[in-house]
């Protein structure tokens, strides 16, 4: 079975989304720019699906992530406070049999090395993070290092780079959502 449909045939990830990703078309122009410790201050990939990596032409890699979007709003829901932030409009939630997630997209610049730690294959169906933390590296100033950790730690991703990245938040249907306070 292809890697990109569900156990009933259906595509997982909304169809505009792999076209974007193998034909470098994501609006990076539109990314809010964000040095990721302030990033990590603001927002959790708590129970989120980790979905891979792509290079990007020179020395960038993108970060794919389904995003666990219930934590981003849930404190505001049990105080009834309004959402932080609307993922879906009313007509997009109703028209929401459509495949994907809130896709949570990170582009690294440049990028100076990735490291792995455990084996993906390890994990069952989908690799849920956890955890994900940056942090400067005291050797190199100017070098940052982001962290994912999966579920059980059996699975950890590190990727040394530049700051500032670009961060696209979308929705199933394409639209970006700005997040505020980045």
């Keep these: 079975m292809a890697d990109h449909l569900d156990p ?15 034909e470098d078309l994501l609006p990076w122009d ?6 990721l410790p302030h990033f ?3 927002y959790t990939v708590h129970d989120s699906i980790w979905n891979g990596l792509w290079l990007v032409p020179g020395r960038d890699l993108v970060a794919l992530i ?8 849930n404190d505001r829901i049990r105080a009834g406070e309004p959402d932080r932030v609307a993922f879906m ?3 997009e939630l109703a028209a929401r049999d459509s495949p994907g997630a809130i896709y949570l997209l990170m582009h690294f610049m440049p990028v100076f090395a990735v490291f792995q730690d455990g084996d993906v294959s390890d ?3 989908q690799t849920y993070i956890v955890y994900a933390s940056s942090h400067w590296d005291r050797g190199a100033p100017d070098v940052m290092e982001t962290v994912f950790v999966s579920a059980g730690d059996t699975y950890r991703l590190r990727i040394r ?19 505020p306070d980045l």
């Design 8 to 22: 009933q045939g259906r595509e997982i990830h909304a169809p505009w989304l792999r076209r974007a990703l193998l």
């Design 30 to 35: 539109q990314a809010q720019v964000v040095d």
């Design 40 to 42: 990590w201050r603001e």
């Design 66 to 73: 389904s995003w666990d979007f219930g934590w981003v709003n």
């Design 89 to 91: 409009t009313d007509k």
């Design 123 to 125: 994990q069952h169906d």
């Design 161 to 179: 780079h530049g700051s500032p990245s670009r961060v696209l938040c979308m929705n199933p249907f394409g639209r970006i959502i700005p997040l």
